[in-house]
C-alpha cells in the first residue's frame, strides 16, 4: 500500500489566554503576516540607506516614508486580499450573503487581490509622497517573498489549502472531513484508523517556490547584481517567478471547492474538457507571467538606451 505521512499535531494558535472573560489567541497565520511585514519593512529602510543601490545613486524615499508605504500596504493586503476573494472565488455566495464580506477573521483571502490592493495602495503613498512608483515596486518585490514563504507555512500548520490526493510516499495526511474526502483511489492509505486519504503538502511546495527559491533571486540581485538600478526590473522578475511557481503548484493544488463538481472533478475554472483546463489559480497567474515578462523587457530595453 502507499506511504503516507500522518500531520503533525500542530495548532493553529501560537498561545491563547483568557483575562476576565475576554478571550485572545495569536495564530500563527497572524504571526506570518506581522513578521513578513516588519522584515520587509526593514530591509527596505537598509535599502534605502545605501544610495549606491539605486539609479544615479538617490534613493527613491527617505527612511521615515517606508512606515508610510508599510501602512499603505497592509491597508491594500487586507482589503484587496478580501475583496479579490469575493470577486475571483465566490461572487454569487456573496451577493447573497453581503454582510459576510467584512468578516474576514473568517477567512477567504486571495492572493491576487491582494497584489491588486498593494498596487493601488503604493500607486497612492508615490503620488502623495512624490517617490517613483517603479522604484517603490522594485522596494517591495525585493521582500514580498518573506511574507509569501511564512504565510504559505502558515497555511500548512492551519491544514488548510493542501493539495489533491497522491501516491507520493511525502503525501501528508491532512486532518478533517474535506481532506479526507478522496474522489478516487488515489492517494487512499491503510493506517491503524482504516483508510487515509494523503494529499500533496503543496503549501510547502509553495513556501519553497514562492518564499525560499525568489526570495533568495530576488533579494541576491537588489544587493549584489545592482538590479534596483534599473528601475522595473526586479518588479517585473518577481511578477515572472511567482506566477511561473503558482501556475506549476496549481497542477497539484486542491481548488477550491465550488469549482469541483461531478462534471468538473478537477475544478477548473476554465474547462476545455474533463481532463484539460486552467484552474482559478492559472488564470490570474497568466497576466502575471505576461506582465513581468514586458516589464523586464522594457527595463532592460531602457538600460541598453
Same mark, same amino acid.
Given at each position: 500500500?502507499?506511504?503516507? %505521512?500522518?500531520?503533525?499535531?500542530?495548532?493553529?494558535?501560537?498561545?491563547?489566554?483568557?483575562?476576565?472573560?475576554?478571550? =485572545?489567541?495569536?495564530?500563527?497565520?497572524? !504571526?506570518?503576516?506581522?513578521?513578513?511585514?516588519?522584515?520587509?519593512?526593514?530591509?527596505?529602510?537598509?535599502?534605502?540607506?545605501?544610495?549606491?543601490?539605486?539609479?544615479? #545613486?538617490?534613493?527613491?524615499?527617505?527612511?521615515?516614508?517606508?512606515?508610510?508605504?508599510?501602512?499603505?500596504?497592509?491597508?491594500?493586503?487586507?482589503?484587496?486580499?478580501?475583496?479579490?476573494?469575493?470577486?475571483?472565488?465566490?461572487?454569487?455566495?456573496?451577493?447573497? +450573503?453581503?454582510?459576510?464580506?467584512?468578516? %474576514?477573521?473568517? #477567512?477567504?483571502?486571495?492572493?491576487?487581490?491582494?497584489?491588486?490592493?498593494?498596487?493601488?495602495?503604493?500607486?497612492?503613498?508615490?503620488?502623495?509622497?512624490?517617490?517613483?512608483?517603479?522604484? /517603490?515596486?522594485?522596494?517591495?518585490?525585493?521582500?514580498?517573498?518573506?511574507?509569501?514563504?511564512? #504565510?504559505?507555512?502558515? +497555511?500548512?500548520? +492551519?491544514?488548510?489549502?493542501?493539495?489533491?490526493?497522491?501516491?507520493?510516499?511525502?503525501?501528508?495526511?491532512?486532518?478533517?472531513? /474535506?481532506?479526507?474526502?478522496?474522489?478516487?483511489?488515489?492517494?487512499?492509505?491503510?493506517?491503524? !484508523?482504516?483508510?487515509?486519504?494523503?494529499?500533496?503538502?503543496?503549501?510547502?511546495?509553495?513556501?519553497?517556490?514562492?518564499?525560499?527559491?525568489?526570495?533568495?533571486?530576488?533579494?541576491?540581485?537588489?544587493?549584489?547584481?545592482?538590479?534596483?538600478?534599473?528601475?522595473?526590473?526586479?518588479?517585473?522578475?518577481?511578477?515572472?517567478?511567482?506566477?511561473?511557481?503558482? =501556475?506549476?503548484?496549481?497542477?497539484?493544488?486542491?481548488?477550491?471547492?465550488?469549482?469541483?463538481?461531478? #462534471?468538473?472533478?478537477?475544478?477548473?475554472?476554465?474547462? !476545455?474538457?474533463?481532463?484539460?483546463?486552467?484552474?482559478?489559480?492559472?488564470? !490570474?497567474?497568466?497576466?502575471?507571467?505576461?506582465?513581468?515578462?514586458?516589464?523586464?523587457?522594457?527595463?532592460?530595453?531602457?538600460?541598453?538606451?
Amino acid at each position: 500500500m502507499p506511504l503516507a %505521512i500522518p500531520f503533525p499535531d500542530l495548532s493553529p494558535d501560537l498561545f491563547s489566554i483568557s483575562i476576565g472573560g475576554f478571550d =485572545f489567541a495569536l495564530r500563527w497565520y497572524a !504571526l506570518a503576516y506581522i513578521v513578513g511585514l516588519v522584515a520587509g519593512w526593514r530591509l527596505i529602510v537598509a535599502a534605502v540607506k545605501r544610495p549606491d543601490l539605486w539609479p544615479q #545613486g538617490i534613493a527613491p524615499m527617505r527612511p521615515d516614508q517606508v512606515e508610510s508605504l508599510l501602512t499603505a500596504v497592509v491597508l491594500g493586503v487586507i482589503l484587496g486580499g478580501r475583496l479579490g476573494f469575493v470577486v475571483f472565488y465566490q461572487p454569487g455566495y456573496y451577493l447573497q +450573503n453581503p454582510g459576510q464580506i467584512l468578516h %474576514i477573521w473568517q #477567512g477567504g483571502m486571495a492572493f491576487h487581490g491582494g497584489l491588486i490592493g498593494v498596487a493601488v495602495a503604493a500607486y497612492l503613498f508615490c503620488r502623495t509622497q512624490k517617490v517613483a512608483p517603479l522604484q /517603490a515596486a522594485d522596494a517591495m518585490a525585493m521582500v514580498v517573498a518573506i511574507g509569501l514563504g511564512l #504565510g504559505r507555512l502558515a +497555511n500548512f500548520i +492551519n491544514a488548510e489549502l493542501w493539495g489533491r490526493p497522491t501516491d507520493a510516499p511525502w503525501g501528508v495526511i491532512f486532518p478533517g472531513p /474535506a481532506a479526507q474526502a478522496c474522489p478516487g483511489p488515489v492517494g487512499i492509505v491503510m493506517t491503524e !484508523l482504516g483508510q487515509m486519504c494523503a494529499r500533496h503538502p503543496s503549501q510547502l511546495y509553495q513556501a519553497a517556490l514562492e518564499g525560499l527559491v525568489m526570495g533568495v533571486i530576488l533579494i541576491w540581485l537588489a544587493w549584489s547584481r545592482g538590479w534596483l538600478k534599473t528601475p522595473g526590473a526586479l518588479t517585473g522578475l518577481f511578477f515572472t517567478l511567482y506566477g511561473l511557481a503558482r =501556475f506549476a503548484v496549481e497542477f497539484v493544488r486542491q481548488p477550491d471547492a465550488q469549482f469541483v463538481t461531478e #462534471g468538473n472533478p478537477i475544478g477548473f475554472a476554465l474547462a !476545455l474538457s474533463p481532463t484539460l483546463g486552467l484552474t482559478m489559480g492559472q488564470i !490570474l497567474s497568466l497576466p502575471m507571467i505576461a506582465l513581468g515578462l514586458w516589464l523586464v523587457m522594457r527595463a532592460r530595453r531602457s538600460e541598453a538606451i
